[in-house]
């Protein structure tokens, strides 16, 4: 079945409350949404939330390459999605925000000109059951605690800590979390890269006695060449993100014995095709995995879901960014549960829809 045509869209969501890490603040996502349209009348959609302290993309960039991207996939298999990754790369680049969002797209309509849902149009079952954690944005330390400690009354069982502005006041912080919080709750870190290396080591190291899982990139991905000496001295497990896009990239961390973790985000690899190359090399070499994004909605969520289906490896699910929106623009998708349980339905493809109201507040681009 070939590609038709295409539609894209880009929205603000405004935030419940401004999101903090040590890259910056942001009060509101910048949200594009791709439908790709079949010669059978099938559609799919996908999504991307640029970020250019992470990706280097900006939503102006992102809008300006699109009719590029998706000019060069018209009358293209649907099915072959090496095809479609190939001719995307051809065209520019790097890019993997809009590229992401052309690849779920294309994923969502070729699963459900199938009619299956996604997870088994890869090859996956629901064989396990899927927890998010929840966030704590980087503030001070009494707010970082009081935030804990209402997450914590959610429901949640996993608490997600951004840290990485000065590793000696990110010990304080944890320890007036753990304060609050107790011993049971799971905690892990994420520095955003903000530590410098000896930094990073000591800070590690002072915080093993707080029981963390593991910690999201420590340093600069321009020191990942580096990141081995991180791993080798800290108690705490090393979770690669920032200097994780590809294949070629995952390949690097495993021969350099740089980590002990991947944390596997579409909009970084470019789409599922791609997350899908990671994966095999996280299972080759034994690696356990995270599944998280950036500031997206419900679309990208859902199918970071379907992904995790694909391998017993994947054991960690970061998919809390849809909680942080005032407005949420998608129909279907997943759910979140008792104790936070995501669930998906076994409907053909991400078996979501963009409401209305939202889509007619969208921009449109001509492609």
């Given at each position: 079945m070939k590609i038709k045509s295409f539609e894209i869209f880009y929205n603000k969501i405004e935030l419940k409350r401004t999101f903090t890490t040590s890259l910056g603040s942001m009060p509101y996502s910048k949200n594009i949404f791709v439908k790709v349209i079949l010669e059978s009348g099938t559609y799919g959609w996908g999504e991307s939330a640029p970020h250019n302290k992470i990706n280097g993309e900006l939503i102006e960039s992102c809008l300006s390459i699109a009719p590029v991207l998706t000019s060069s996939l018209i009358g293209k298999n649907i099915f072959d999605h090496d095809e479609i990754y190939e001719t995307l790369e051809r065209c520019v680049y790097r890019n993997s925000s809009i590229k992401a969002a052309i690849d779920i797209a294309c994923y969502d309509a070729a699963s459900k000109e199938k009619n299956l849902p996604l997870y088994k149009y890869l090859g996956g079952e629901v064989n396990k059951k899927l927890y998010t954690d929840y966030t704590v944005s980087l503030d001070s330390k009494e707010k970082m605690a009081e935030e804990a400690k209402s997450i914590m009354d959610m429901g949640l069982k996993i608490i997600k800590v951004k840290l990485g502005k000065n590793g000696k006041e990110d010990v304080k912080r944890i320890h007036a979390i753990r304060n609050v919080i107790g011993d049971t709750i799971k905690l892990r870190l994420d520095a955003n890269q903000g530590w410098k290396i000896d930094e990073a080591i000591q800070t590690l190291k002072s915080l093993k006695k707080y029981k963390i899982e593991y910690c999201e990139a420590p340093i600069d991905r321009e020191l990942s060449y580096r990141?081995?000496?991180?791993?080798?001295?800290?108690?705490?497990?090393?979770?690669?993100?920032?200097?994780?896009?590809?294949?070629?990239?995952?390949?690097?961390?495993?021969?350099?014995?740089?980590?002990?973790?991947?944390?596997?985000?579409?909009?970084?690899?470019?789409?599922?095709?791609?997350?899908?190359?990671?994966?095999?090399?996280?299972?080759?070499?034994?690696?356990?995995?995270?599944?998280?994004?950036?500031?997206?909605?419900?679309?990208?969520?859902?199918?970071?879901?379907?992904?995790?289906?694909?391998?017993?490896?994947?054991?960690?699910?970061?998919?809390?960014?849809?909680?942080?929106?005032?407005?949420?623009?998608?129909?279907?998708?997943?759910?979140?549960?008792?104790?936070?349980?995501?669930?998906?339905?076994?409907?053909?493809?991400?078996?979501?829809?963009?409401?209305?109201?939202?889509?007619?507040?969208?921009?449109?681009?001509?492609c």
């Open positions: 990141l081995n000496e991180v791993k080798s001295a800290s108690p705490i497990k090393i979770m690669a993100d920032e200097s994780l896009f590809n294949s070629n990239d995952a390949q690097m961390l495993v021969d350099g014995n740089h980590c002990d973790m991947f944390n596997i985000k579409l909009g970084k690899s470019g789409g599922i095709r791609e997350a899908l190359n990671i994966i095999s090399i996280a299972e080759k070499n034994n690696i356990e995995m995270q599944i998280g994004g950036f500031l997206e909605s419900k679309i990208v969520f859902t199918a970071n879901c379907h992904l995790a289906y694909q391998s017993d490896l994947i054991k960690n699910l970061d998919c809390d960014s849809p909680l942080f929106h005032k407005q949420d623009p998608v129909i279907g998708g997943l759910e979140y549960c008792k104790d936070w349980e995501m669930k998906i339905h076994a409907k053909p493809g991400l078996n979501i829809e963009l409401d209305n109201n939202f889509l007619n507040s969208c921009h449109k681009i001509k």
